[in-house]
Nanobody
């Protein structure tokens, strides 16, 4: 099994920035592609973006493209989600997850963190 722990969430104002971290356990972290998802109350889990195992490739949902940046530091077993120009509609619980594929579908991901709350005030 893989354990993932998200951190860095909080309350920010519209237009602000926040960086989330996802710390992974296990010595094979570098072998996974990693994704970020979010879920607002009453809504389905939504794909945010993903990054390849070596960090060479990223893919973002249209709703966050140009505002969010995903990166990873395999030496620290950590993936990051840098969030800029935040909007109230970005308010959600944010999750990181692992996959062996290249996909924006939640059911294609295998291991999930517990999530961290991001709230953007209007």
């Amino acid at each position: 099994q893989v354990q993932l722990v998200e951190s860095g969430g909080g309350l920010v104002q519209t237009g602000g920035s926040l960086r989330l971290s996802c710390a992974a356990s296990g010595r094979t972290f570098s072998g996974y592609n990693m994704g970020w998802f979010r879920q607002a109350p009453g809504k389905e889990r939504e794909f945010v973006g993903c990054i390849s195992w070596n960090g060479a490739n990223t893919w973002y949902a249209d709703s966050v493209k140009g505002r969010f940046i995903i990166s990873r530091d395999n030496a620290k077993n950590t993936v990051y989600l840098e969030m800029n120009s935040l909007k109230p509609e970005d308010t959600a619980v944010y999750y990181c997850a692992t996959t062996r594929g290249w996909t924006g579908v939640a059911t294609d991901y295998d291991y999930w963190g517990q999530g961290t709350q991001v709230t953007v005030s209007s």
